[in-house]
């Protein structure tokens, strides 16, 4: 028995509990920034008239490096460009009295037009160009056994077909990690605006068992 319990103090001993980060504010964050890159203006949101502000949430390492990024709101070209940009973001380490400590925050990063290059804007610019979109597609997804559980997600698709980022819309949050695993197996098919490849969401039913794939229902939504 004396074997057994020195055999779990070891094994608690070599695997510490992960820092949980902290939730600081904009501004204590903002505080921290010592590098930050410019999003490129998507050129495809340029001559269409998209502007507005993207919401992210950003998880800071200890070291001050952006660890992930998920956008809460925000048009999909531009959700997408300031996703680019925001992991390239660099932090003074968030010191608490045991030390660097990860943190999260939220930003918001901002896409304006030029009043001097756009002198006239049409009044419904983002539903005139969801109007030209041919939305993105799954192009191929294992499949699956009946009765296994699932969860709803909006996916952002990036022009090369990659998920780069996925949101919870319905089921419960203790499946969406196994979920978000299930859909990195998957391919898609980018939207496309004419002839050139754009990200865009896209809603998906996605297979939530660990190991167990599922054939999606499939109801695309635009934005």
């Known amino acids: 028995m004396a074997f057994f319990g020195l055999a779990i103090c070891a094994i608690a001993q070599s695997n510490p509990p992960v820092q949980q980060p902290r939730v600081i504010d904009a501004r204590e964050a903002t505080r921290l920034l010592i590098n930050q890159s410019k999003p490129d203006y998507p050129a495809v949101a340029h001559d269409n008239y998209i ?52 943190f999260s925050t939220l930003v918001k990063v901002v896409f304006d037009l030029n009043k001097r290059e756009h002198t006239e804007f049409p009044a419904t610019p983002e539903r005139d160009l969801e109007q030209q979109i041919k939305l993105p597609e799954v192009a191929e997804q294992p499949a699956d056994p009946q009765g296994s559980s699932s969860v709803r997600l909006r996916v952002l698709v990036a022009e090369d077909g990659r998920v780069i980022d996925s949101t919870l819309l319905s089921g419960p949050v203790a499946l969406l990690a196994a979920a978000q695993n299930n859909l990195a197996q998957w391919k898609f098919q980018p939207a496309r605006w004419g002839n050139m490849a754009i990200p865009w969401y896209l809603e998906v039913t996605v297979p939530a068992e660990n190991g167990v794939q599922s054939e999606a229902l499939v109801e695309p939504k635009r934005h």
């Open 51 to 102: 502007q507005g502000q993207v919401q992210v949430e950003l998880t800071v390492g200890a070291d001050g490096h952006v660890r992930k990024a998920h956008v809460l709101h925000g048009h999909p070209l531009l959700a997408a460009s300031a996703l680019k940009s925001v992991h390239s973001w660099v932090y003074r380490p968030f010191v608490t009295p045991s030390g660097p400590t990860p």
